[in-house]
Every structure is written in structure tokens, then in C-alpha cells.
T-cell receptor
Framework: NAGVTQTPKFQVLKTGQSMTLQCAQD?????MYWYRQDPGMGLRLIYY???????DKGEVPNGYNVSRLNKREFSLRLESAAPSQTSVYFC?????????????FGEGSRLTVL | QKEVEQNSGPLSVPEGAIASLNCTYS??????FFWYRQYSGKSPELIMS????GDKEDGRFTAQLNKASQYVSLLIRDSQPSDSATYLC???????????FGTGTRLTIIP
């Protein structure tokens, strides 16, 4: 049982390049999330998807797009990477309802934008 | 003002002692509260959830919630070196799909 799987684990980009972070969960969860974590800023929500076919902005959505491809997969795309997007990105999932705050996190993707 | 606030630490506690981690929140509508543990270089892991006023115990961990004072705490009894990590406090509002995290408190257990 893999839980939440993110790829890639590490990535270095040049300013202006694009890339997609992939996330898949095998727990049959309805809700999926993308967070970024920066020193001193904690975890900040970028986008989330409460269910298949829906997405919504979080606290820091600018510069990102997401796709909820199906119930299992939720991808995060950087169209034109900027140094301010250097961060560790975490995908998470949760069952819907009372357990909304009980998130299961992937291992993280460390992104550096030069 | 951040919605969920924690002292960033570091908090140093001798092995075997009680570690006390505190968190305050600004949204009176917050309904659910969570403590996550994050080891260095790893992802956060849920260790406690609490939904009503009072104490909730799970092994060496006790979560305490006081909605009138808008604070949540986590007590770790008989602290072990393996408890050294950053502890993240988080809350959700009523009907809110989104979890808001504090910046975390770094805890070091001294052998």
C-alpha cells in the first residue's frame, strides 16, 4: 500500500521553464491538496480538490495550475517557474467529511528554481 | 496576524521529562484541531486530533483544547530522543475543507 506518491522527488529548473509535479493516492480518498513549505512560513495551501472534477484556490495559488485527472491523481503545474517558487512541495489526501483535517502526505518534492 | 500561531522554538527538554507544546488560533469558528509531527527532511505525519474541549490521551501524547481561550496544547510524557522533531498545529473552520497550519515548534529531546 503506497499511500500518496509524488514525482519527481527533486528538480532543478531555470527561470521561465515549466514543469508538472505528479501526485497519486491509492486510499480512495475524495480530497487532495497541494502545499508548499518554506522556512519560517510553515505549510501553505496552493490548491485543493474536494472531489473528482473540482478544484479550488488556496492561500498562494498565483503562478500555479492544477488538474484533478481522476480520483487518484492530482497534478500541479508551474507554467513559468520563478526563483520565488523554490520550495518543498507536498501533496496530501484526506477522506471527505469530519476527517477533513486528517491529511496523509506524500514524501515531498524539492524544487529549486535558478 | 496568522490564524494559527506557535512558538518556533527550539524547545529543549531532558529525556524522560514532559514536553509541552502550545498553539493559539484566531478564528473562533474553528472546529477541529490537529497535531502533526515532522522529522527533518520528511513529510508531516498526523499524531493527534481533537474536536471538543478537554483532554484526549493517546499513549504518551495528550492533546488539550480550550475553545474559550482559543488554545490547543500537546503534552508528550516520558520524552524520548525519537520525539525530536518539528510539531505542527493545524485547525479547520466549520464546514471548511481547508486546513490551516502554524509554522511549527522545533522540539529537541536531550539524552
Amino acid at each position: 500500500n503506497a499511500g500518496v506518491t509524488q514525482t519527481p522527488k527533486f528538480q532543478v529548473l531555470k527561470t521561465g521553464q515549466s514543469m508538472t509535479l505528479q501526485c497519486a493516492q491509492d486510499m480512495n480518498h475524495n480530497s487532495m491538496y497541494w502545499y508548499r513549505q518554506d522556512p519560517g512560513m510553515g505549510l501553505r495551501l496552493i490548491y485543493y480538490s474536494a472531489s473528482e472534477g473540482t478544484t479550488d484556490k488556496g492561500e498562494v495559488p498565483n503562478g500555479y495550475n492544477v488538474s484533478r485527472l481522476n480520483k487518484r491523481e492530482f497534478s500541479l503545474r508551474l507554467e513559468s517557474a520563478a526563483p520565488s517558487q523554490t520550495s518543498v512541495y507536498f501533496c496530501a489526501s484526506s477522506p471527505q467529511g469530519r476527517n477533513t483535517g486528517e491529511l496523509f502526505f506524500g514524501e515531498g518534492s524539492r524544487l529549486t528554481v535558478l | 496576524q496568522k490564524e494559527v500561531e506557535q512558538n518556533s522554538g527550539p524547545l529543549s527538554v531532558p529525556e524522560g521529562a514532559i514536553a509541552s507544546l502550545n498553539c493559539t488560533y484566531s478564528d473562533r469558528g474553528s472546529q477541529s484541531f490537529f497535531w502533526y509531527r515532522q522529522y527533518s527532511g520528511k513529510s508531516p505525519e498526523l499524531i493527534m486530533s481533537i474536536y471538543s474541549n478537554g483532554d484526549k490521551e493517546d499513549g504518551r501524547f495528550t492533546a488539550q483544547l480550550n475553545k474559550a481561550s482559543q488554545y490547543v496544547s500537546l503534552l508528550i510524557r516520558d520524552s524520548q530522543p525519537s520525539d525530536s522533531a518539528t510539531y505542527l498545529c493545524a485547525s479547520t473552520g466549520f464546514g471548511n475543507e481547508k486546513l490551516t497550519f502554524g509554522t511549527g515548534t522545533r522540539l529537541t529531546i536531550i539524552p
